[in-house]
């Protein structure tokens, strides 16, 4: 046997274990990485759940404020439950606080979990665009 052949058998049975040493050090670094991803995929997944409804909230109580008799904030707290109702994974529990002012829809969103925090605000004009659409109307005549 040459000593080429010689040295290469030698190094092989010296170094057959070093991958399963360094794979026990970086398989639980992978799976960190892996595993925070994960909740901050979920985090910011819910975190546009709860701002799309507080959003649409806001709409609809603009919408809503235009009408003859008004409307209340326990109608719009009631439509954001009914709008986030199953959608959220780490924030199941999110709450609401609505305030109806004379021109105004603002709609607070927040819920914590274990140290973790989302909180979203909207705020809606009530408009008129139908007296805004008569104005121009008159004035074009």
Known sequence: MSDRKKDKSILKKKYQGSLTVEAAYLMPVIGMILAVSILALFYFHDKNII???????????????????????????RAFQERIHGKCILFPDAAVEVQVKENMILVHAYSRRKGMTVSTEHRMKVTDPEKYIRDLRRIGK
Request: aromatic share 4%; hydrophobic share 35%.
């Open 51 to 77: 701002s799309s409804c507080a959003y649409e909230t806001a709409v609809v109580g603009s919408t809503k404020a235009r009408e003859k008799d008004g409307v209340s904030p326990d109608i719009l707290i």
